[in-house]
């Protein structure tokens, strides 16, 4: 391990001005994609680009793409590239799933885009990340993995499992792992510009995929059309922390994402408490029964319907905020556990896992942001969170424990500045209750840019992806097909309240 820790190198670098990033691309011949049908009227292809862009002759990774051709090929604008974010996520996936929801991509809008996604490097189908040999090995891992622990007695484990993936990744994933950050995918997304013949980009960044967005325009300032930042990342903030917190501040508190959660949920519980007999929760006063079901879940766990129920599990699953069209599933649980009898039964171990997005997450984001590395920090944290942040501040210490421990580091991550004058603006879009991309947080996000304006949703739930609203989708595809903002003070109402049946 160590002599690899050597081989890796010991410092963060980081990347040049545009001018170098733009320099180093360009000599990259440009990769020949060759689309073919795959299903559903999907097309796909591959893309061959550097596994080292300070090495462009070098060694070479495959890159899979997927595609929604316009339906109106006559008056097609030209390709509109997606990041559905994660970062893991498999894009090709994604779009699959997602590429017809009209609250996401209208008709009117599939019209004029050929909508194109991919597996940036590190995940899925592209050259991916593995850290086990087998998928039995993968799922017996993660099988095995402590839950998020809800108080310091669960600490150690969850560290000691942490630090155990973060060393399985180093030692098996190959020299992949110090190239995965944004900056190298910001730089492939480059070179499928290219390759579609646009030129300039047309790109729709959804969470993460912001983080993505903002990279690419730092890097390749001049050759933006039209950018839209869905549940928008504060930028700076991601990358090293503001005046020098990345060091000292686990990654998501110094976001404040827990007050996010934690406003979310305090909405979640007021829209069941209105609407009556369609939320499963609402009957009586649903914030003491929440109280209640944690206090009694802290002394034993709740067994409901043969599945057994911790404390650090009910509040992970009552975090799990950002689809509001599954909280009347939310609610339905906590009923469940508010009315299961009193037993005290075994752990349970958590389900498997059968992607490599947990891997792919920690390989980008690790690679990406300063986090502090010393345990007693998240220790110390995981404590004064909790009292600031009851019952929801522990996860933000603790979610990118891994990257404490996190041996490899990325040759040419990007870390600033965040202001370089963009050949387009930039529209920021972001739900008022947001529990994984807090608006307080967009907001500085979009400040940093030099130029971009934020577009507020009534809306609860992370970005437009999971929170169907028909005007926002109009105000998003305005400014894709024409450039064209909404007028200074609007905002968009979502479609239907989350109990609306």
Known sequence: MRGLVVALGASLAVVAGPAVASASVDSVPTPKLSWTGCEDGFQCATASVPLDYDRPSGAKIDLALIKLPATDPTHRIGTL????????ASGLQRLRERGKWPWLFSDELRARFDVVSWDPRGIGNSTAVRCFDTLAEQESFFGSFPEMPGDPSGNAAFYAKSKELADRCSAKAGPILEHVSTADTARDLELLRRAVGDAKLTYHGISYGTQLGATYANLFPDRIRAMVFDGTMDFAGNATGHDGAGHSVPLDTRQDVATGISQTFDQFLRLCTEAGPKCAFSSGDPKAKW???????????????????????????????SDSRGWPDIASLLQRLYDAPATVSALKAGEPYTSNRTEAFNAIQCSDSDVPTDPAIYSRYAESEDQRVPYFGRIAVLDMMSCAFWQAKAADRYTGPWNRP?????LVLNNRYDPSTPLAGARDGAA??????????????????????????????????????????????????????
């Open 81 to 88: 590239f997606v990041n559905f974010g994660g970062p893991g």
């Open 291 to 321: 109280a209640s079901i944690t206090a009694r879940a802290k002394q034993a766990p709740i067994t409901v319907d043969g599945e057994t129920w911790t404390y650090s599990g009910i509040i992970n699953s009552a975090a799990d905020l």
């Open 448 to 501: 940093e840019l030099a130029r971009a304006r934020v577009f507020v949703t009534e809306g609860y739930g992370h970005s437009s992806m999971y929170v169907p609203s028909t005007c926002t989708e109009q105000v998003k595809r305005d400014y894709l097909v024409s450039g064209a903002f909404p007028a200074a003070g609007k905002t968009c109402a979502i479609d239907a309240s989350p109990f609306a049946g």
């Open 422 to 426: 963009t050949s387009a603006e930039i």
